[in-house]
């Protein structure tokens, strides 16, 4: 009989454990909260309570080429960077390509997971969740895989003197549209990419806009030259293998050259103490811009409210604030989980490879997308399901207790040099290598040198071209025919959605052309020198060096 995996949501990451239970065989029983599906992008008017929220404006800052699953490519004509509302309607084809909506039980909250007595032996979990009546239901799994999302809990500081502030206090959580706040004087705590959107879109409407941050960011926009999708040109292995062999302090020296000749972080107020590849930069087009016509104004970190007026670290003062935007983070919570599987250092989940437990005697239960990386999360997402269930069916196994621990420690030492918040530490990945160690568990980590050898068209692009993921279906289990074809076309998808108003081509001027013209001229030359004939205009350019203009 087929193993029963419960998948907890119904987001991108719910949606894509259903369809790789599928793959290996094993049935899939998904639980969704809400009444459908694609989680955190399916915009909602109001917000509701512990659900993950979006801005109606909210525009993706990860590429269709680079964001999509890796047997699915993106609709063609879909723009490189799309509006939420594309997002939903990506997973929304997905979901009806590879039939998963009848696995789906919607209105449907889980409320606990904990181990059978029998665990040890059977790996089995008992579930209790609540239907839309409100009636408990049990049942028994034989697998867990948890994709609630990590976006659910608004973090506010505490700063001295909130109470006496009389304006609007929201969360990034909140924030829906900017009609609520025409005219007022604003201040936003925290430069993430919420704040720095945020902050944006709200200074075209309110008097004045201050961003305060205690940090500062880089920043970098979506388009990188000639106007192409930044992560195709920057998720490369060529380039990470490049900046692996150079010391941290050369390429942050490189990266901060390049960002500042954009715009002088340090002139408009943003520049961060620490290195461009340290830390995520925020994704921003529009925020300089702001800065630069005046209607966005940065501030040190926030100190103390007093009444209407909000103190700042370096002695300033905004006076008559109506309204304040905390843009301050989010902590994720898995409420329905074992207590005992919350055992790092602040009462987070522990995790090895940011999926398994460590703890647990049978590695049955896996949690997805609870990592931070400098890349798009579907596709790592997608690998994690990958190895999960090839995990939970068996085929797959994991190294021991004191192994995984080991490893979970050193890849948190490496990172607390770079983030130094241990939980902040404790969730970055880094994008490429972290892809590869789970797709090399999977089995399918491309072979770059054999298919340099083998199909040069295709191991050039998977070396130099961007780290798109079906280089994750070309071989191996579950490998796909199509993805040697999406590789190869994935420019032409790129180009598609602005292909919207005809050109002419101009006839480039061949090769041959330039050559049979320098060739002409060189036997002009040699006979003009030969009837000692130099042309005028040879001998002033040459030897009087006159200006041209
Ligand atoms: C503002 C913002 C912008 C982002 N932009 C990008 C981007 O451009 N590119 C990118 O790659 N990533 C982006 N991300 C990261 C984003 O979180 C992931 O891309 C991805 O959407 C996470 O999907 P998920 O399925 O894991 O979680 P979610 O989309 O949050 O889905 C979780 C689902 O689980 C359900 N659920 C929760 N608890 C329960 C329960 N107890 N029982 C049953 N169901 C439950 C919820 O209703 C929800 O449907 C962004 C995040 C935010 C907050
Ligand atoms: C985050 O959640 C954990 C567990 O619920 C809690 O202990 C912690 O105090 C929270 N942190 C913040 C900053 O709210
Ligand atoms: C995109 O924005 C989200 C939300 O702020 C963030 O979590 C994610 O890291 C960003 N992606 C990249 C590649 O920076």
């Known amino acids: 009989m087929a193993k029963r995996v419960a998948v907890i949501g119904a987001g991108c990451s719910g949606l894509v454990c259903i369809k790789c239970c599928l793959d290996e065989g094993l049935e899939p029983v998904c639980f969704e909260s809400s009444d459908n599906i694609g989680g955190l992008w399916r915009f909602k008017e109001t917000q509701e309570k512990e659900r993950t929220s979006i801005y109606r404006s909210l525009i993706v800052n990860t590429s269709k080429e680079m964001m999509c699953f890796s047997d699915f490519p993106m609709p063609d004509h879909f723009p490189n960077y799309m509006h939420n509302s594309l997002v939903v309607q990506y997973f929304t084809l997905y979901t009806e390509h590879f039939d998963l909506l009848r696995y789906i039980h919607f209105q449907t909250t889980v409320r606990s997971v904990r181990q059978r007595p029998d665990f040890s032996a059977s790996g ?44 609007m206090i929201a969360h990034s959580y909140d924030y829906k549209d900017p009609d609520l706040y025409r005219g007022k004087r604003l201040v936003i705590v925290g430069i993430g990419n919420s704040g720095g959107d945020i902050a944006v879109e709200l200074s075209r409407v309110c008097e004045k806009t201050f961003l305060s941050t205690r940090t500062g960011a880089w920043i970098t926009g979506r388009m990188l030259n000639r106007g192409l999708p930044m992560d195709m040109m920057l998720v490369r292995r060529n380039l990470d293998l490049i900046f692996s062999l150079l010391p941290r302090a050369v390429i942050n020296w490189i990266g901060a050259r390049m960002l500042n000749q954009k715009h002088d972080h340090k002139l408009y107020g943003l520049q961060p103490k620490y290195g461009v590849f340290d830390q995520r930069p925020i994704i921003n087009d529009d925020l300089p811009g702001r800065i630069l016509v005046g209607e966005l104004v940065m501030k040190p970190n926030l100190q103390k409210f007093q009444g209407s007026t909000l103190m700042f670290n370096d002695g300033t003062a905004e006076e008559n604030i109506d309204a304040v935007i905390f843009c301050t983070g989010f902590n994720s919570t898995f409420p329905f989980l074992p207590s005992s599987l919350n055992s790092g250092p602040d009462g987070e989940l522990t995790l090895y490879r940011r999926i398994f437990p460590p703890s647990l005697e049978r590695p049955t239960l896996g949690i997805m997308g609870l990592f931070q990386t400098k890349g798009a999360i579907m596709p790592a997402v997608e690998l994690q399901a990958r190895w999960a269930t090839r995990v939970i069916k ?71 071209g961007p780290c798109t ?39 480039s001027i061949s090769l041959l052309y330039w050559l049979g013209l320098a060739g002409g001229a060189a036997v002009i030359c040699i006979i003009m020198v030969k009837q000692k004939k130099i042309p005028h205009f040879l001998d002033t350019l040459i030897f009087h060096r006159q200006p041209l203009y």
């Open 469 to 507: 993921p079906y280089q994750f279906r070309l071989s191996g289990p579950g490998h796909w025919r199509g993805a040697r074809q999406a590789i190869l076309t994935q420019w032409d998808r790129v180009a598609k959605p602005m292909k919207t108003r005809p050109i002419p081509e101009t006839k």
């Open 124 to 167: 089995q979990w008992d579930i209790v969740t609540t239907g839309r009546d409100g009636r408990e239901k049990k049942h028994v799994f034989d697998g867990v895989l948890v994709c609630t999302g990590q976006y659910t809990q608004p973090i506010t500081p505490a700063f001295p003197g909130v109470d006496s502030f009389q304006g």
């Open 394 to 464: 068996g085929l797959n196994r994991l190294p021991s207790a004191v192994k995984m621990h080991k490893v979970i420690e050193k890849e948190r030492r490496a990172n607390l040099k770079c983030y130094p918040c241990p939980k902040q530490a404790a969730l970055q990945v880094p994008y490429i290598p972290y892809l590869d160690t789970i797709a090399k568990e999977v089995g399918v980590c491309p072979n770059i040198f054999w298919l340099l050898l083998t199909d040069p068209a295709l191991g050039l692009r998977v070396l130099f």
